[in-house]
């Protein structure tokens, strides 16, 4: 090759490298900078935040560095237990070292390992997975080149932590995209499934993130700071002999970490000791610094984890009102509170099987240590003097799954929960990453947890494995999707592409993969087989309201299913798809808000017979009076009634659950005809015979009437002015709002024929006129209570109106004015 072939091959990877380096400095320079070039001293607020992202200030603080906890201190193993059997930090290998080893791997700074495996701790080994050809194809599946662009620089310019550390990197798997997902290595995992080969651990399960090496249960006595260490607190252990916290009594470090870029503490320890939780204690993550003061990271309330619910409901009717008006009203909403309440629906059928293991009190949904549930998480909003905004009048919250564990309490030796979330999580300030996360790392973390500012609902459904662990695996690909962007290295929150609509399309996912493997309902006995498949049809029903799935949803599973076989199972290609096109929003417009999706989700297991558990925590401890929960709403929801009005709409247009079977409808619809036509035509205001008149005008009369009065009536007296089925109200309010709508109902009538409509004033002032819409409007009542369909209400009123006009003469009783008319024809 000739000097000048060298020369233009030179230059052309110098600008390469050159273009390379300017990527990454446009889009790491806003997280490396932005620390020096805020103002210092400067507290960002809601309206005028700090140019830099949240986790870069908490880093700030020497308790946010990795370093700060050596390995070598270790706290007494009288009153500390380990976090986990293995767990460690991540560390991204170079490039130089990925490529030669080759597959997707990482180092893990190992700083728990189980008994028998000690001289583990502190070593620095290779971690990738197990041999496994599923769960190698679907690592394969999500693994992509990673390059930085437009996209990640301005998610960047808004002080959104970006993966700088994998642009440029080629066949970034999940492991990686985990490890690099944050400006530096301070990402620990809890490992599962773990083998040791030589200087290798494989993992059969994705690495769950989580905080704190070390735990304790305590209660906060008092702060005692000193001088050079504010942050100090006498904490009182809890003693096993007693079962009360009369333990030994330490000085430990609660840190108050840096306010977040709009200047907002993400947990003010001062309000600990005065807290109503306290007496119940706290379980205290974290790990010794190098003066030995144990430094806690994290913090959960153990009254969250009691297997003894606060309150008990009975009655699918009462667990609808609880779910859909209760859960997040205005009464819950006090700052520093926590409810746990039991709902025991109605059972349709015999208790489904591992809901309840033999043996297990009657009760509580959860009572026995090995139960598993299915986690549906959903927080709200930040209210107050430092709250933020709340455009459009909506606040949108979160949505997640997750798993919650009945686990033997290493303190205490009680049976206790575990929670983790399935976070499918988008690019954000505090440096939250995607995939499975304890809750010590997610909700009660003091670096990142929303524990401390935003309200949190946790509904827990007793289920068993299969779909659990199906739904596990898809979100993980999901998640392992947002953390590469799928080759973007940016995931950002569009209405299609979303925590909860990705969350709902890993549910879809996993319902369709056990359809297709016929283990959705496998191994039942008739009855739960049927409340399975039942089930799954509602929950199919939620997340498809047409009938008809999003084409990149069906197009993913496919992908899916045939990871490792060679098979597309009818998709275009082998890689995943995400969707922008409005259609396929609409397709999956009940997944679009977080609420609705959550209330969604527990009205469709309540009604589907099962138990659900709701946890609900308001800004633990709730010392800081700026702050206010915000419950999260449907659109428009804090306008009082137009949001309630516009769900209402919504779940009437679209029922989200399957409805009573047609022979409901037809048993209201032959009720109503069995009493109304005789007592028309004994009170002679009915008059035969029966004579259609020609068809193609009958036809055309009768669309009108579809749409005026069938359609509009039905609306405005039914889906607007009663409580939809959903919202749970009793039998005698659903009455009373009934009776309401009836009245109503009858007495617009003669209003219409004062104001609008004067050819009706002779029959819309005739009692026998008023009878027949009384009976009318309280078949239709009646109908839609039981359906909570529009759709079933509009048809049985628009074929009570077309016999009457149409086949009985009833148009020739309507006059031009207010002069009698002939009820004979």
């Known amino acids: 090759m000739s000097n000048a072939s060298w020369s233009a091959l030179g230059r052309r990877r110098w600008l390469t490298g050159l273009l390379a380096m300017a990527v990454v400095l446009l889009t790491g320079l806003p997280q490396l900078l932005g620390p020096l070039l805020a103002e210092p001293g400067r507290r960002g607020t809601p309206t005028d935040p700090l140019p830099v992202s949240s986790e870069a200030l908490a880093r700030r603080s020497p308790y946010s560095q990795p370093g700060a906890y050596p390995l070598d201190r270790r706290p007494s193993p009288l009153l500390y237990r380990p976090h986990a059997a293995w767990m460690g930090r991540l560390i991204l290998p170079t490039p130089a070292e990925t490529a030669s080893r080759g597959g997707d791997w990482v180092w893990v700074e190992l700083e728990q390992t189980p008994a028998g495996q000690q001289q583990l701790r502190g070593r620095r080994l290779r971690l990738t997975w197990a041999e496994h050809p599923e769960l ?52 620990t995992v809890q490992l599962e499934e773990v083998s040791l080969e030589g200087d290798t651990l494989r993992i059969g399960r994705p690495p769950v993130q989580t905080s704190g090496r070390w735990m304790a249960l305590a209660t906060v006595v008092a702060a005692v700071p000193t001088p050079d260490d504010p942050d100090r607190v006498l904490v009182r252990h809890f003693d096993p002999a007693s079962g009360g916290f009369d333990g030994p009594e330490e000085r430990i470090r609660i840190p108050r970490l840096p306010p977040d870029r709009f200047g907002r503490l993400m947990l003010d320890p001062t309000g600990l000791a005065g807290s109503p939780l306290n007496a119940q204690g706290w379980l205290l993550y974290g790990s010794p610094t190098a003066d030995g003061v144990f430094t806690v990271q994290a913090i959960q309330p153990r009254a969250l984890l009691s297997l003894t619910p606060q309150r008990v409901v009975r009655g699918t009717s009462a667990a609808l009102a609880v779910i859909n008006r209760e859960t997040w009203s205005a009464a819950t909403l006090r700052r520093g509170s926590l409810q746990s309440i039991a709902v025991l629906p109605d059972s349709v059928d015999p208790p489904a099987s591992g809901s309840r293991p033999p043996g297990a009190p009657e009760g509580p949904p959860l009572a026995a240590v090995g ?20 455009p459009g009048w909506t606040v949108t919250g979160h949505f997640a799954f997750g798993e919650a564990r009945v686990v033997r309490d290493p303190f205490s030796g009680d049976p206790r929960l575990d929670l983790r979330y399935h976070q499918i999580y988008a690019n954000n300030p505090n440096g939250i990453v995607a995939g499975s996360q304890d809750w010590s790392a997610y909700a009660g973390n003091l670096q990142r947890g929303w524990v401390g500012t935003r309200p949190i609902a946790d509904v827990l459904v007793p289920l068993d494995g299969p779909l659990l662990d199906v739904l596990a695996v898809q979100s993980e690909i999901l998640s392992a999707r947002y953390r590469s962007g799928d080759g973007t290295g940016v995931a950002l929150v569009t209405p299609a592409t979303s925590c909860v609509q990705d969350s709902s399309q890993a549910l879809w996912i996993a319902l369709d993969l056990l359809r297709r493997q016929g283990s959705l309902a496998a191994d039942q006995p008739p009855g739960e ?21 999003r084409q990149d949803w069906r197009h993913n599973a496919g992908v899916t299913a045939s990871a490792g076989t060679g098979r597309q199972e009818g998709a275009a290609s082998a890689t995943f798809q995400t969707s922008q096109r409005a259609q396929d929003v609409l397709l999956s417009w009940r997944s679009m808000l977080p609420r609705r999706a ?32 915000l419950a999260p709403t449907s659109l428009l929801g804090q306008l009082p009634v137009v949001g309630t009005l516009l769900q209402r709409l919504g779940d009437a247009l679209f029922p989200p659950i399957l409805g009573p079977p047609l022979s409901w409808s037809l048993l209201v619809l032959g009720l109503y005809a069995a009493v109304a036509l005789p007592l028309g035509f004994r009170s002679g205001f009915l008059q035969g015979p029966w004579r259609w008149g020609p068809w193609r005008l009958t036809l055309r009369r009768a669309a009108g009437l579809l749409l005026m009065p069938a359609l509009v009536e039905e609306l405005v007296f039914r889906v607007l002015l ?10 005698g309010a659903m009455a009373a709002w009934g009776a309401l709508s009836v009245g109503l109902f009858v007495a617009y009538h003669p209003l219409a024929a004062r104001f609008w409509y004067p050819q009706g004033w002779a029959v819309f002032h005739d009692p026998r006129f008023l009878l027949q819409c009384t009976l009318l409007g309280s078949a239709c009542v009646l109908e839609y209570v039981l359906s909570g369909s529009l759709w079933s209400a509009v048809l049985l009123h628009w074929l009570a109106v077309v016999i009457w006009l149409e086949p009985l003469q009833g148009r020739r009783c309507l006059g031009s004015g207010r002069e009698r008319v002939s009820w004979r024809p």
Request: hydrophobic share 40%; no cysteine; proline share 7%.
């Open 371 to 390: 139960q598993r549930a299915l986690l549906v998480h959903s927080f709200g909003g930040i209210g107050g003097a430092d709250g933020e905004p709340t």
């Open 598 to 629: 959550h209330d969604g989700m527990a009205t469709v297991f309540v009604r589907g017979g099962l138990p659900i558990w709701i946890l609900r925590t308001n800004q633990i401890p709730g010392k800081d009076d700026t702050l206010a929960p």
């Open 136 to 187: 190698q194809a679907l690592v394969a599946a999500v693994t992509t080149d990673i390059h930085l662009g437009a996209s990640a620089r301005q998610a960047a310019a808004a002080a959104n932590v970006v993966p700088t550390r994998l642009d440029g990197r080629k066949a970034v798997g999940p492991l990686q995209s985990l490890a690099g997902a944050r400006p530096v290595d301070d990402l």
């Open 529 to 549: 087989r049927s409340r399975r498949e039942r089930l799954g049809e509602a929950l199919n029903s939620l997340l498809t309201p047409f009938g008809m799935v």
């Open 722 to 731: 009663l409580p939809h089925p959903l919202e749970g109200v009793g039998g």
